[in-house]
Protein backbone atom coordinates (compact mmCIF):
# COMPACT_ATOMS: atom_id res chain seq x y z
CA UNK A 1 0.00 0.00 0.00
CA UNK A 2 1.03 3.47 -0.45
CA UNK A 3 2.62 5.28 2.32
CA UNK A 4 0.37 7.82 3.83
CA UNK A 5 1.81 11.64 4.73
CA UNK A 6 1.20 12.58 8.17
CA UNK A 7 0.40 16.90 7.82
CA UNK A 8 2.81 18.31 9.28
CA UNK A 9 1.65 20.90 11.78
CA UNK A 10 2.64 24.51 11.87
CA UNK A 11 2.31 27.61 14.12
CA UNK A 12 -0.10 29.86 13.37
CA UNK A 13 1.07 33.03 11.48
CA UNK A 14 1.76 36.13 13.35
CA UNK A 15 2.18 39.04 11.66
CA UNK A 16 5.66 41.35 13.13
CA UNK A 17 4.73 44.63 15.46
CA UNK A 18 4.79 46.64 12.11
CA UNK A 19 1.71 44.62 10.65
CA UNK A 20 -0.39 44.79 13.87
CA UNK A 21 -3.76 47.02 12.67
CA UNK A 22 -3.20 50.28 14.57
CA UNK A 23 -0.63 49.20 16.90
CA UNK A 24 2.45 50.97 17.50
CA UNK A 25 5.68 49.39 17.74
CA UNK A 26 6.28 48.71 21.26
CA UNK A 27 9.17 50.01 23.42
CA UNK A 28 10.82 48.98 26.29
CA UNK A 29 10.94 51.35 28.86
CA UNK A 30 13.14 50.92 32.65
CA UNK A 31 10.91 50.76 34.99
CA UNK A 32 11.34 53.93 37.07
CA UNK A 33 12.63 52.96 41.16
CA UNK A 34 10.84 55.58 43.39
CA UNK A 35 11.20 55.32 47.29
CA UNK A 36 9.52 53.18 49.19
CA UNK A 37 7.55 54.57 51.80
CA UNK A 38 8.13 54.61 55.34
CA UNK A 39 5.53 54.60 58.65
CA UNK A 40 7.15 57.30 61.12
CA UNK A 41 8.71 55.47 64.17
CA UNK A 42 6.01 55.62 66.84
CA UNK A 43 5.99 58.58 69.20
CA UNK A 44 7.05 57.76 72.62
CA UNK A 45 4.55 58.09 75.10
CA UNK A 46 4.10 61.76 77.41
CA UNK A 47 5.84 61.37 80.64
CA UNK A 48 3.63 61.37 83.51
CA UNK A 49 5.72 63.41 85.53
CA UNK A 50 5.59 66.65 83.52
CA UNK A 51 1.66 67.65 82.71
CA UNK A 52 1.71 70.86 80.19
CA UNK A 53 -0.44 73.58 81.89
CA UNK A 54 -3.95 75.39 80.26
CA UNK A 55 -2.87 78.55 81.49
CA UNK A 56 0.33 80.63 80.69
CA UNK A 57 2.71 81.33 83.98
CA UNK A 58 2.42 84.02 86.03
CA UNK A 59 4.73 86.90 86.32
CA UNK A 60 7.40 86.77 89.26
CA UNK A 61 6.34 88.81 92.57
CA UNK A 62 9.06 90.67 94.31
CA UNK A 63 10.28 88.84 97.05
CA UNK A 64 8.89 90.06 100.65
CA UNK A 65 10.12 89.06 104.60
CA UNK A 66 7.27 86.54 104.42
CA UNK A 67 8.61 85.07 100.79
CA UNK A 68 12.52 85.42 102.09
CA UNK A 69 11.90 83.29 105.45
CA UNK A 70 9.88 80.57 103.27
CA UNK A 71 12.24 80.14 100.88
CA UNK A 72 14.82 79.69 104.18
CA UNK A 73 12.43 76.96 105.78
CA UNK A 74 12.56 75.01 101.94
CA UNK A 75 16.44 74.62 102.02
CA UNK A 76 17.22 70.76 102.38
CA UNK A 77 19.62 71.66 104.95
CA UNK A 78 17.17 73.36 107.25
CA UNK A 79 14.57 70.85 106.71
CA UNK A 80 16.67 67.96 107.40
CA UNK A 81 17.83 69.36 111.13
CA UNK A 82 14.22 70.09 111.76
CA UNK A 83 12.75 67.11 110.72
CA UNK A 84 15.93 65.15 112.64
CA UNK A 85 15.11 66.95 115.48
CA UNK A 86 11.48 65.90 115.21
CA UNK A 87 12.58 62.66 115.06
CA UNK A 88 14.27 62.59 118.16
CA UNK A 89 11.44 64.50 119.96
CA UNK A 90 9.24 61.78 119.00
CA UNK A 91 11.78 59.01 120.60
CA UNK A 92 12.06 60.64 123.67
CA UNK A 93 8.45 60.50 124.04
CA UNK A 94 8.20 56.48 123.37
CA UNK A 95 10.89 56.40 125.82
CA UNK A 96 9.53 57.83 128.66
CA UNK A 97 5.92 56.81 127.83
CA UNK A 98 7.82 53.10 127.76
CA UNK A 99 9.86 53.74 131.31
CA UNK A 100 6.17 54.63 133.07
CA UNK A 101 4.14 51.47 132.17
CA UNK A 102 8.19 49.92 133.41
CA UNK A 103 7.20 51.56 136.96
CA UNK A 104 3.99 50.45 137.04
CA UNK A 105 4.38 46.98 136.57
CA UNK A 106 7.86 46.98 138.89
CA UNK A 107 10.47 46.81 136.34
CA UNK A 108 12.55 49.59 138.18
CA UNK A 109 15.84 48.57 135.64
CA UNK A 110 13.92 48.23 132.72
CA UNK A 111 12.87 52.10 133.61
CA UNK A 112 16.02 53.55 134.65
CA UNK A 113 17.18 52.62 130.85
CA UNK A 114 14.61 53.46 129.45
CA UNK A 115 14.84 57.50 131.25
CA UNK A 116 18.51 57.15 130.29
CA UNK A 117 17.92 56.48 126.34
CA UNK A 118 14.95 59.67 126.39
CA UNK A 119 17.55 61.53 128.06
CA UNK A 120 19.87 61.05 125.11
CA UNK A 121 17.14 61.62 122.66
CA UNK A 122 15.93 64.89 124.36
CA UNK A 123 19.85 66.42 123.91
CA UNK A 124 20.33 64.90 120.59
CA UNK A 125 17.01 67.44 119.67
CA UNK A 126 18.10 70.22 121.65
CA UNK A 127 21.72 70.16 119.37
CA UNK A 128 19.70 69.61 116.15
CA UNK A 129 17.27 72.24 116.74
CA UNK A 130 19.69 74.78 117.95
CA UNK A 131 21.61 74.40 114.72
CA UNK A 132 18.89 74.67 112.48
CA UNK A 133 17.84 78.11 115.08
CA UNK A 134 21.41 79.53 114.50
CA UNK A 135 21.55 78.72 110.52
CA UNK A 136 18.27 80.50 110.36
CA UNK A 137 19.00 83.27 112.47
CA UNK A 138 22.26 84.23 110.70
CA UNK A 139 20.77 83.82 107.33
CA UNK A 140 17.66 86.15 108.14
CA UNK A 141 20.06 88.72 110.07
CA UNK A 142 23.18 88.79 108.34
CA UNK A 143 22.26 92.03 106.19
CA UNK A 144 20.31 94.22 109.07
CA UNK A 145 21.88 96.80 110.89
CA UNK A 146 22.95 96.81 114.25
CA UNK A 147 19.10 97.22 116.11
CA UNK A 148 17.08 95.54 114.34
CA UNK A 149 16.70 91.56 114.26
CA UNK A 150 14.25 88.87 112.64
CA UNK A 151 12.86 86.75 114.57
CA UNK A 152 9.99 84.89 111.91
CA UNK A 153 9.51 81.59 112.06
CA UNK A 154 12.00 80.67 115.21
CA UNK A 155 10.60 78.51 118.28
CA UNK A 156 9.16 80.73 120.87
CA UNK A 157 12.09 79.89 123.09
CA UNK A 158 14.57 80.24 120.44
CA UNK A 159 13.16 83.72 119.62
CA UNK A 160 13.71 84.87 123.49
CA UNK A 161 17.00 83.71 123.50
CA UNK A 162 18.24 85.64 120.52
CA UNK A 163 16.32 89.17 121.93
CA UNK A 164 18.05 88.35 125.22
CA UNK A 165 21.67 88.21 123.62
CA UNK A 166 20.50 91.26 121.35
CA UNK A 167 19.00 93.66 123.86
CA UNK A 168 22.14 93.09 125.96
CA UNK A 169 24.14 94.14 123.15
CA UNK A 170 22.32 96.97 122.42
CA UNK A 171 21.97 98.25 125.86
CA UNK A 172 25.91 97.78 125.67
CA UNK A 173 26.14 99.78 122.62
CA UNK A 174 23.92 102.92 123.78
CA UNK A 175 21.37 102.59 121.19
CA UNK A 176 18.08 104.57 122.31
CA UNK A 177 15.52 101.24 120.35
CA UNK A 178 15.24 98.17 118.45
CA UNK A 179 13.10 96.91 116.15
CA UNK A 180 12.36 93.51 116.93
CA UNK A 181 10.71 91.57 113.83
CA UNK A 182 8.12 89.10 115.02
CA UNK A 183 5.45 88.94 112.09
CA UNK A 184 1.83 89.51 111.91
CA UNK A 185 0.68 85.84 112.86
CA UNK A 186 -0.67 85.59 109.67
CA UNK A 187 0.54 81.80 109.26
CA UNK A 188 -1.04 80.61 112.69
CA UNK A 189 -4.62 79.62 113.56
CA UNK A 190 -5.80 82.08 115.56
CA UNK A 191 -4.22 85.01 113.41
CA UNK A 192 -2.21 86.05 116.29
CA UNK A 193 0.34 83.78 116.82
CA UNK A 194 2.83 83.03 119.86
CA UNK A 195 5.92 84.96 118.58
CA UNK A 196 4.56 88.04 119.30
CA UNK A 197 3.24 88.01 122.87
CA UNK A 198 6.54 86.07 123.85
CA UNK A 199 8.43 89.11 123.03
CA UNK A 200 5.87 91.20 124.68
CA UNK A 201 6.52 89.28 127.67
CA UNK A 202 9.94 89.47 127.61
CA UNK A 203 9.97 93.26 127.21
CA UNK A 204 8.00 93.85 130.32
CA UNK A 205 10.07 92.13 132.23
CA UNK A 206 12.83 93.97 131.14
CA UNK A 207 10.47 97.26 132.09
CA UNK A 208 10.60 98.41 128.80
CA UNK A 209 8.20 100.14 126.76
CA UNK A 210 7.28 99.22 123.30
CA UNK A 211 4.76 99.91 120.35
CA UNK A 212 4.12 98.48 117.31
CA UNK A 213 5.63 100.36 114.17
CA UNK A 214 2.42 102.18 112.90
CA UNK A 215 3.64 101.59 109.34
CA UNK A 216 4.09 97.91 109.79
CA UNK A 217 2.10 95.85 112.33
CA UNK A 218 4.82 92.99 112.32
CA UNK A 219 7.68 95.30 113.81
CA UNK A 220 7.64 95.90 117.70
CA UNK A 221 10.04 98.77 117.99
CA UNK A 222 10.97 98.61 121.80
CA UNK A 223 12.82 101.85 123.86
CA UNK A 224 16.06 101.24 125.60
CA UNK A 225 15.19 103.56 128.22
CA UNK A 226 13.96 101.14 131.29
CA UNK A 227 14.79 101.37 134.57
CA UNK A 228 16.04 97.94 135.00
CA UNK A 229 19.82 96.84 133.45
CA UNK A 230 19.38 94.04 130.74
CA UNK A 231 22.05 91.99 132.66
CA UNK A 232 20.40 92.03 135.90
CA UNK A 233 17.43 90.88 134.45
CA UNK A 234 14.72 87.68 135.39
CA UNK A 235 14.84 85.20 132.90
CA UNK A 236 10.92 84.36 131.82
CA UNK A 237 11.60 80.73 132.22
CA UNK A 238 13.26 81.05 135.66
CA UNK A 239 10.14 82.24 137.47
CA UNK A 240 6.52 82.89 135.69
CA UNK A 241 5.92 84.09 139.46
CA UNK A 242 7.60 87.12 139.69
CA UNK A 243 7.26 87.67 136.16
CA UNK A 244 3.36 88.29 136.99
CA UNK A 245 4.17 89.86 139.90
CA UNK A 246 6.32 92.36 138.42
CA UNK A 247 4.10 92.98 135.01
CA UNK A 248 1.22 93.78 137.77
CA UNK A 249 3.38 96.63 139.59
CA UNK A 250 2.92 98.75 136.39
CA UNK A 251 5.41 97.93 133.46
CA UNK A 252 3.95 99.87 130.77
CA UNK A 253 4.27 98.68 127.35
CA UNK A 254 1.98 100.09 124.60
CA UNK A 255 1.20 97.14 122.38
Not at 2 to 12: C, I, K, L, T
Not at 93 to 102: G, L
Not at 142 to 165: M, S
Not at 175 to 198: F, N, Q, Y
Request: charged share 30%; aromatic share 6%; net charge neutral.
Amino acid sequence: QPEQHQPVSQPPYRPPPSEESGKLEERHIPPVHQPEYQEPPPRPPPSQSYQPSLHPPSPPEPPTYEHDNQQDQSNEYYIDLRARAYSEAEAKARCFSERHKAYDRGDRAAARVLSNQGKVHNQNMQQLDKEASDWFYSKNNRDRKPGEIDLHDLYVNEAIAYTDVALEEAKRRGDSEMRIIVGKGLHSWDREGKLGPAIKDLVRIYQLSAELDPSNRGVLVVELNGSTPIHHRQHPGNSHRRSRRRRQRGSSVGV
